[in-house]
């Protein structure tokens, strides 16, 4: 439930307010170079007070290797890989121990596990990416030594493109005490021809998977995605020309096998759901409550997504990469 | 990869023109009452020529158990389910043995496996989902024991909703030789609260992936999915009231885990590839020539999609209710 | 819990006395030459009534290949394999649907699932090897392609060696209504060195459970096994020369990863716990009763594990093989 | 490959002389009372120096808990567990990088990984079963709050019993700068009839594979073991007698499912590969060198197994409980 991938396998563990947060990585080749600081970048990407869309904030998110790794190469063996919680002042969370915040997984964990680390959101915090981000980084590595790379961006927020007036949507919901929503988008180029196993292992459902498994994504499509129901046939199947095709509204997979087109995938994030304007919730026990949730909040999630769907795709690909090693080259 | 399912599992097997299509259920509970009977019904709704969206067609694909089911009920051991594939006319898809049809696998498995059953696509056929149904159908009668209920929808085809309007447009699309794409919704009732299992084991990931992994699906959302794209927080979060939530719009599920509220899930499927309208292509020694894909064709594949996604949503739920009780329930 | 192995995956299903037995066999690679004859005689090998130290008795057990397999090679879909149960007596069963015969599993299936088919003894009958003899013949047929060779032998019956001491002993103890245990052994070479996963995935430790897996089998040992316990290790360490070792007493493996010695491995099989002899159980109800375990059973069931055992390290090897593939070599 | 468990899942990383070793064990039920204080009892009894089978040395290991405990119990996310490994003198294993051990594993690692960390037997060392040790150990209270007890002990030391007899044949072999092998028994007790898994998940099944991917393990028996191969049906069948079996030849185990008696296992283990006598070897280059392997090593390493072999049994069990209870009981 906490373990990713086939070959290429992750294991994450940590919460918002533990003492640390990490991954171990297991099935990554041995003879990659690898140190800390091809991991950091994507974390500092990842890191709350970066880049004009998001809200200053101060957090280190350092990243140790524990194991693994042998005068600056992989062995073969796990890597695991832990960034220490900073003294957080967890009695701010105090308020929040026995009410459940709409849009949260409070109640739904509740449900669960009958127990709950309230503190940030626990598990479900946003911060148990890192985890993700630190092992997607291993992957993105090793890809990249492939000739594959990946990259996303955010493509709107709260319906609107380009980035000046994305970050005044931020801007304005904020100022009100709101959050909105937005889409980002990840692509890989260079990857070969061949990759997805049918028909469960499918590339494309491999990806959906993945992408929908982070936290406050309800939609992912791929290539053209929703855009293909409202289609004909004759306007919609890209054509296969020789040396390649003109279109790519297949985004680059056809049958769940990848075509050596790019491959391209979009997510639709939420809101934020941590609002500063007056909620109707409960308690734990059952009570209807009202609830206004303090403290500093992004007030739109989509931007820190790009790092993390960066780090999933990632470790999709390594993992199909690995598998499609493992028949026949 | 051809297993789904971590409790509940399901392994299919089969290809278009092959003797037989078929899949072993592996992690049904003992003592569940079942028979033929219990599975027949949806692989005939997923066969062609039935229902006013559908060409008609005749095809038997009656299931036989071959293991795992004793005087009516199951035995805890593997249930083997096989459709034997009539004689079909193979020979009709000699001019496809070398040209890759647009919009098809054709040239993805070519590209991964260096050969290819190329009689009706082989695996990549619609008729792979024969398994998947016939599986699928024994974890809607096991969830229906709890409760449960499944039911999927087609919400529009070529972006028109209502019966009359879509069947109009498939009419229209198969008149020129043309096909059309649409969107089908399945839906679950009776969920208890707190199915799913986070991390990446998320019950909206599992989905996600589930029916993405159906051929000619290129989205998936969760409740309002990508409209929340461009929602503020404060018009996108369910309040929690006591005794429920006055809306849906996470569509039954929060931080990966079910909320109790029906789940809600939609899929994007593209127009059938196969059309009798010239495409241009390329055959298998990569010479550019013109293609007009012959022979009876669905010109909208989405009223036979709805099924296959009742059956993957059933798989998806009886595995998560399994996974769910192992932990103390 | 009927799949095995990580790349090259079998699945199994089938009772003694249902429809059909027979396997799933995922993750084979492509363009592998394969007919029902590559597997026919390893199933012929493990029928009854084969051999000079079994008894005879009449059953076909043709295998028929349903998927996979498309103009005389694999295509890398799933092979599904089936062979057809004969109309079996199950009336002849009648007395043992209540009654639990002692050394059999027929007390533990009626713990675990609460209902069992008592036919044969159902799911743990021997016929259930079937399935794993015939996915592990087209395991063989993959290593024998890559210089690997699987073969297997009876060592001793009833504590004595050597073909007609051992026949003599099987004889006897048939003539008394009595069973005899022996020891099966199974030999590999041409296994290159690097096959195998630590920690969990050892290739001994697979190779136990693989074997120990195989019903009778009560002990498993890798080279000398359990002669090493009673050594020093001056006396037990291969000592390692220039171009290899000259003994083998690690049996292939050390550290859970091939050598390139040969891998001997060897099963503990118990008696047949089918005796006409009295020996005292209970029905399904608790009441003490006395019973005699009519119909043909081999007095002793190592000569048929030999092809069974072979079988369960083709799956092994090939698996270990698929792995070390996936990871650059 | 380093992840053990279907739903009660441990993974574990580190090497003997990298930062830390450790595991995170997944799938814990939620609401376990659980603190360090309950793991380090059993990696104080792997530590080298405790009880008088073993030689004096100084080392903490002392354990973290770095996530999924929650206000002193578990949350049911991941619980990971750290042991830092302290300042060791890597330079006395200088000598070691190019050449290979006899009886170790560090040709064999050579060969499959291209690269290895030769500092005190890198992932191979005996240090990494601390990984298992600690992870074991949550799942020894786990078992415990559902009455099962498991307990582990020396048998026998190079052929002889007792342990006075067994402590002079240590110091017999020390003395000479050799080793020696010994036997390790494990019981459970407690164990509820209709654990384990037909076909492929026999709990004597994971159990062999567990026992045998200890290190220095050669071999596993259950029950009575390899003395069946010598026995009649009618004197190893356990009658089965109202209220239990006056006998428990089987082990605990009939046809890979428990019977509710006390679960016994056996393994044999080999003398300890570290010797100080010479021995023939060669280096990295392939020639022919003699070494002696100095340093401080346990003359017998069967004692220190003892809770290693515990907690890999405990692990199966508890794996095979929550599987257990996923079906209904």
Do not use: W
């Not at 080749?29 to 990407?45: K, Y």
């Not at 988008?185 to 990806?207: H, R, S, W």
């Not at 309800?218 to 929703?226: L, M, P, S, Y």
């Not at 403290?295 to 690909?317: F, N, Q, S, T, Y």
Request: proline content about 6%; overall charge neutral.
């Amino acid at each position: 439930m906490n373990t990713f991938g086939r070959l290429f396998r992750v294991t994450t563990f940590g919460e918002s307010h533990g003492p640390a947060l990490g991954a171990v990585v297991d099935g990554c080749p041995a003879r990659i170079p690898l140190a800390e600081a091809d991991i950091q970048p994507l974390l500092d990407r990842r890191r709350p007070g970066t880049g004009p869309l998001v809200s200053p904030r101060a957090e280190a998110d350092r990243v140790a290797i524990l194991s693994g790794v042998f005068e600056g190469v992989t062995t073969g063996t796990p890597i695991a890989l832990v960034v220490m919680n900073e003294q957080a002042r967890s009695s701010d969370y105090d308020a929040l121990r026995d009410v459940y915040r709409p849009g949260h997984a409070d109640i739904t964990y509740a449900a669960k596990y009958g127990v709950r680390d309230h503190r940030g959101g626990g598990r479900s915090s946003g911060r148990e990416t890192i985890g993700r981000v630190a092992a997607g980084a291993i992957a993105l590595k090793l890809l990249s030594l492939r000739g594959i790379a990946v990259a996303g961006r955010v493509v709107s927020i709260h319906g609107v493109e380009g980035e000046a007036a994305m970050v005044a949507e931020i801007a304005a919901a904020a100022a009100r005490g709101d959050s909105v929503g937005g889409i980002v988008e990840v692509v890989a180029t260079g990857v070969p021809a061949g990759l997805g196993d049918p028909v469960f292992g499918k590339l494309d459902a491999a990806i959906a998977g993945a992408l929908m498994g982070i936290g406050a994504v309800k939609g992912v499509e791929i290539g053209d995605g929703f855009a293909v129901a409202a289609r004909f046939g004759s306007e919609n199947n890209d054509p296969i020309l020789p040396g390649g095709s003109g279109s790519n509204r297949a985004g680059g997979i056809l049958g769940g096998i990848s075509t050596g087109a790019p491959i391209v995938a979009r997510c639709a994030v939420k809101p934020t759901p941590s609002i500063a304007l007056p909620q109707r919730t409960v308690d734990a026990a059952g009570e209807a409550v009202e609830i206004r949730v303090g403290g500093r909040h992004d007030p739109c999630i989509a931007p820190r997504l790009v790092p993390v769907a960066e780090a999933m795709l990632g470790l999709v690909l390594a993992d199909a990469l690995l598998l499609h090693d493992a028949y026949g080259r």
